[in-house]
């Protein structure tokens, strides 16, 4: 690996992994959702107070940032807790990383695609309505979240196809969803990038989007997102893109100082989907 392509990843990764201070923020249970290999993966779930099997609420499920390296779930859980407090199933789920599992992007997308699959598959038990599944994400979580809106392929042998993995919306925080020449990642996805870069794989079937990012992200230039906004606009989707003056990269993280407004800039667009009901 070229030095310079190693700065930018530790870059990256320290930039996702800041600060996540969660003590005493946990969810009201954990399931192993998929075995690889060796490796059991876990999806931590936030229910609404009074939840029950038997609702149908909507869900959202969070992927953690840290370049496909590195992260931990734990990272959303101050979204799922405040979006449980609103009355929806949040979900952060763990995947496959290098440094864990010697994996590649590609097992990322799988897990991200296996995780959507199988709370879809268990809506009934989990108290979630199935049509109405979100994905959201930081960073290279977002490119997981944005991936299973928009690849074709990347699916875990032996899973049943028939369960759609698409989720119904997204919400996306500095993500990684550009990984095209001159795109973050490029040189780890280079021998399959058209396949696996959500901004090349846009379709009409690709939900709502929310985005946000920093005008300073040392990683994601604004103008790759806005050229994301564009193209979804272009096939007459829905794409909104909010822009925080002289944020950073992982800006959005509660040890960072700037939680808040993306918070509530993100409950705005779901009640404006119909999956949060309005604040009063």
């Known amino acids: 690996m070229k030095k310079s392509t ?12 800041h600060a996540f201070d969660v003590e005493g923020i946990d969810p009201n249970e954990s399931v192993v959702y998929k075995t690889a290999g060796e490796t059991e993966l876990k999806l931590h779930i936030f ?6 099997a038997s609702d149908k609420r909507s869900a959202i499920v969070f992927f953690f940032g840290g370049g496909w390296v590195g992260g931990t779930p734990k990272q959303f859980f101050p979204q799922c807790d405040y979006l ?18 010697k994996t590649t992007p590609k097992e990322c997308v799988k897990d ?5 699959r199988w709370v879809r598959q268990h809506a009934a038990e989990l108290g979630i309505d199935p049509n109405k599944i979100l994905a959201g994400g930081g960073s290279a979580g977002g490119h997981v979240a944005a991936a299973t809106a928009t690849l074709d392929g990347f699916d875990e042998e032996g899973e049943d196809l028939t369960i759609s993995a698409r989720p119904q919306a997204l919400v996306l925080y500095n993500p990684v969803f550009d990984n095209g020449p001159g795109g973050y ?29 920093g005008t300073k992200d040392e990683l994601i230039p604004v103008a790759t997102a806005e050229e994301y906004k564009s193209r979804m606009e272009s096939l007459r989707l829905r794409c909104d893109l909010y822009l925080y003056k002289d944020q950073v990269h992982g800006f959005f993280n509660i040890g ?17 989907l119909g999956y949060l009901e309005a604040l009063k």
């Not at 190693?6 to 992994?17: G, P, R």
């Not at 229910?47 to 029950?52: A, I, L, M, S």
């Not at 991200?112 to 959507?116: D, L, M, P, T, V």
């Open 6 to 17: 190693l700065i930018i990843l530790t870059l990256f990764t320290s930039l996702c992994l």
């Open 47 to 52: 229910n609404p107070e009074g939840h029950k």
């Open 84 to 101: 449980a407090s609103r009355g929806m199933v949040a979900i952060s789920a763990e995947y496959r990383v290098r440094s864990r599992n």
């Open 112 to 116: 991200g695609k296996s995780a959507i």
């Open 185 to 213: 990642g490029h040189d780890r996805v280079k021998e399959y990038w058209e396949a696996i870069s959500p901004i090349h794989n846009l379709d009409k079937d690709t939900p709502p989007t929310v985005v946000f990012l």
């Open 256 to 272: 960072r100082g700037f939680y808040e407004e993306p918070l509530q800039d993100m409950d705005r667009f779901l009640v404006s």
